[in-house]
């Protein structure tokens, strides 16, 4: 299974070098491992960019973003909060792309937040499961991202 994260970028960043901060660094890190573990594929910008050391201009990452949109199974949406200086611009266009191509979506939300009619309307253009998850980037939203993922593999028969 190949597993699209979409995710905010510039707002986990470090604002002075435009690198993504220890912290979310610890939480994907663990992410990667434990979907590797599970003989999945991913694509996470974050990564890509090595954290943001080796960012790509607008062309280049908005391509390849979209191809890892487009050849993906599922995609795990986290949409972004006040923590990440709020919804990111960048996941709702992957959310356009994803509903467009026929995409699963799994979006982790909360229940303070604000989002989005469009966003939370996406099930009517495509399969779209929203999950309750009022963590960020920590070991909880970890928890809740390897139940989604272990419950796909299930449904297609991979486990």
Not at 77 to 85: A, D, L, Y
Not at 87 to 112: F, P, Q, R
């Amino acid at each position: 299974m190949k597993i699209f994260i979409s995710c905010p970028f510039t707002g986990i960043c470090d604002e002075e070098n435009y690198e993504v901060k220890d912290e979310y660094k610890a939480f994907f890190n663990k992410l990667i491992k434990a979907i590797e573990e599970r003989n999945c594929e991913y694509y996470l910008a974050i990564k890509r960019e090595n954290w943001g050391i080796d960012h790509k201009g607008p062309e280049e990452c908005t391509k390849s973003d979209f191809d890892g949109v487009k050849n993906s199974d599922i995609l795990i949406v986290i949409p972004g909060n006040t923590k990440s200086r709020g919804i990111s611009g960048g996941v709702h266009v992957e959310l356009g792309w994803a509903s467009t191509l026929k995409k699963k979506m799994h979006i982790l939300i909360e229940d303070n937040f604000e989002y989005s009619p469009v966003l939370m309307g996406l099930n009517v253009l495509t399969t779209t499961k929203y999950h309750k998850c009022n963590n960020f980037l920590d070991d909880v939203m970890l928890d809740k991202i390897l139940e989604i993922i272990d419950e796909e593999l299930i449904i297609r028969g991979e486990v």
